[in-house]
Each structure stands twice: as structure tokens, then as C-alpha cells.
């Protein structure tokens, strides 16, 4: 029996919003039917390129009776506002991460959601991707014992090199751990499960910011959250985890995520991507590659979004839902936190590991 495609209303036809566009065309599950933006011109723009049907406001998307999920790609200090709006106008909401810019914001969400019966979720969905689900199947098995430990490191010198509207890395709801320790926290929260509490010292090493990319050239930026954060957690499982995440840093050799058990180690792909490549160690040999056992290695941005539709058809759970989202949002706002108050911070969230994908599932599939 056919599945009907759930009908999608874009919100935000900026930088990342071409990676959705060409999504929905990957996964039958999706029909994105409309796409808005404060700037006409733009949503119109990418309306013509990508073949959505219509370009409108955002006032008129949320309004429409026929869009059933909104896909919301605005800046983070708007995610909360128009996720809520969806909600109200009893629309099932799916962000780009982060899930909310502070834990009030998405526990709204997460209430008005719950009362209303509709689903939210949130990106990232790259945990989803070949090279992380490989990861938390050899986990699952066995085949590093225990874990006790994890990295992941994410240090860069910011975006304001490239980003054409690169204010708001740098604004609340910004800076390194709410831009990427998202796919960061997410990969691990699907590897080693919840995390119980946090404890992070943080800093603002360049006050002001200085675009050199176009069209923003010389503009000057003040910095309003923390650009360097170095973060420890004690996962439910017992496991301990390092986290630094750096808008600060102009080189370095770290892993990106390395996760240490009682009967070896393994190397884990950048979880900003879907494939990468897999290493695990164990005693009496070194390094040794691990062939990707699940598709899904190229830029599947959306799939999270697919997952979200099948859940709407069918019923079922999906993966990037909003008890994991909130999670993460939790453990980031703790990490900031805990350096204010110079101590630790129990998390009173809570979520479950998301299910692992199949072995044997074909992209574009609706058995996600």
C-alpha cells in the first residue's frame, strides 16, 4: 500500500536550505509544496531553482491548511518562536539544530507539542549517516568492550572568513557549542546513551569579529557568547566525556571523536558528515579500518526530516525527536552554565538512544 507524501512548508531560504531542497527530492516520503523567508526575493529565488511550487510569506506558509510539517531553517534565536507558531497552527515542527536557544525556549516547545499531540523534532540527522550508525553498531556488539571514556573536538577560527551573514555565530544562541556541538553531542548521546550532568569552563578570546567574506566585507561583529568552551560529562552509562568546542583556534591535530572502552578504542568519522572512515584498536594490534556496514554516506541532510514523515504516516518513533533535541540543548546550556557558576550541573533531562538504522536499508527507502 502507497504511502501518501506529507506535504513540508519551508521557513528560511538561506545558506543551509539548499541541502533540504535537494533532500526532498531523495526521499519520497516528502513534498515540500511552499517555501518562505523575510526576504521575498530570496524565498522566490530558491522557489525557481529547486521547483517549489510557492514562494510566500512566512504568515501565509503557517497558514496553509495543506502543509502539514514545517521545516524550519531560520536563525537559532528564531527557532523556538517559529516552531511555536507551527505548533499553534496545529503543524508538526522539524528545526535546523540547535532544538532552541535556551532551555526555557524549548521546553514551550516541547510542552505546546506534547498537549497539541503533534511531533518536533530537530537536525542533526547526520548520527543517522553510514559512518556513525557503523559506529554504534560495533559499539552495540561488543567489539570495544565497555566504554569508559570519549573526545570530540571541534576547534576552528570561526566563520566569518566565508559565511555570507555570519553575525549570528557569534550573537545568543551562537558560538561553537550551540553551532556545532549539536552534531557532536548528538552522535554521542546515539553512541553511549544520556548524559547526568556537566561541568565546562568557557571564554571570549576576540571581543569583536571582523567579516572578510562577502557580501559584509569589514563589518565589525561584537561578540556575545562564549567562543572557546572545554566541557567534561558523566554519561549515564558511567562513561566520562571531553568535549572542547573553539571558535579560538587557527590549527590543531586532535580527533575529532575518539570513544575509549575496556577492550579497545575507536576512532569515530566527523559527525558534521554522513560517511567518513571507521578505526577501532584493541589490544595486540594497531589501527584497523572497519567497512561502512549502512548506507547513506553522502549528504542525506533531511533524511532526519524523512524519518520525522514516516513517524507522522505511520505512527511509530522516529530518531531526531525533540526528547533527544532538548537533551542536547540541556547538556549544551549546562556546559555555559556550569562555567558561570564554577560547578557542576545536573541535567534533569532525559532521552533514549535513538533506534539504529537496519543493515540492508536502501536510500530513499520508507522503512527508515
Known amino acids: ?34 517555501c518562505a523567508d523575510l526576504d521575498m526575493e530570496r524565498a522566490k529565488a530558491k522557489a525557481a531553482e529547486f521547483g517549489v511550487p510557492r514562494a510566500c510569506t512566512v504568515k501565509e506558509l503557517i497558514a496553509d491548511p495543506e502543509i502539514e ?14 516552531n511555536l507558531a507551527a505548533l499553534k497552527a496545529g503543524k508538526c515542527a522539524y528545526t535546523e ?37 557503523t559506529c554504534r553498531k560495533l559499539i552495540d556488539d561488543g567489539w570495544i568492550g565497555r566504554p569508559v571514556a570519549c573526545t570530540a573536538f571541534m576547534l576552528c577560527h570561526g566563520h566569518e572568513s566565508w559565511h555570507p551573514s555570519p553575525e549570528f555565530y557569534y550573537e545568543r544562541g551562537g558560538g561553537p557549542m550551540f553551532d556545532m556541538g549539536p552534531y557532536y553531542l548528538t552522535a554521542l548521546v546515539n553512541l553511549l546513551g544520556p548524559v547526568r550532568r556537566a561541568s565546562a569552563a568557557t571564554r571570549i578570546t ?47 591535530g586532535c ?46 541532510r ?6 520525522m514523515a514516516c513517524a507522522l504516516r505511520t505512527g511509530r518513533p522516529f530518531r531526531p525527536d525533540g526528547n533527544l533535541a532538548f537533551h542536547v540543548l540541556d547538556i549544551m546550556q549546562s556546559l555555559h ?6 560547578k557542576h550541573i545536573e541535567l534533569k533531562s532525559r532521552c533514549e538512544r535513538p533506534e539504529p538504522l537496519p543493515l540492508g536499508l536502501m536510500p530513499g527507502k520508507l522503512d527508515l
Open 1 to 34: 500500500m502507497a504511502i501518501k507524501p506529507v506535504s513540508v512548508g519551508v521557513v528560511g531560504c538561506g545558506n543551509i536550505s539548499a541541502a533540504y531542497f535537494n533532500a526532498s527530492k531523495k526521499f519520497g516520503i516528502l513534498n515540500v509544496v511552499a
Open 69 to 82: 510539517i514545517v521545516l524550519n531553517l531560520t536563525v537559532p534565536k528564531a527557532h523556538a518562536e517559529v
Open 97 to 133: 539544530k540547535p532544538f532552541a536557544v535556551t532551555r526555557e525556549e524549548g521546553a514551550k516547545v516541547m510542552d505546546l507539542a506534547n498537549a497539541k499531540g503533534l511531533l518536533v523534532g530537530s537536525a542533526p540527522d547526520t548520527f543517522m549517516g553510514g559512518g556513525i550508525q
Open 206 to 252: 576576540f571581543p569583536e569579529r571582523t567579516i572578510t567574506s562577502q557580501p559584509k566585507y569589514g563589518k565589525q561583529v561584537k561578540v556575545e557568547t562564549p567562543t572557546h568552551i572545554a566541557g567534561v560529562m558523566d554519561f549515564e552509562c558511567g562513561a566520562v566525556g571531553t568535549i572542547i568546542t573553539s571558535f579560538d583556534v587557527w590549527g590543531h
Open 255 to 300: 580527533p575529532v571523536i575518539e570513544i575509549y572502552g575496556t577492550h579497545g578504542s575507536m576512532r569515530v568519522p566527523d559527525p558534521n558528515g554522513f560517511g567518513g572512515q571507521v578505526f577501532v584498536s584493541r589490544p595486540g594490534s594497531g589501527w584497523g579500518e572497519i567497512p561502512l556496514a549502512f548506507g547513506y554516506v553522502d549528504n542525506n
Open 302 to 307: 533531511g533524511i532526519g526530516l524523512a524519518d
Open 337 to 342: 552554565e556550569a562555567s558561570d557558576k564554577g
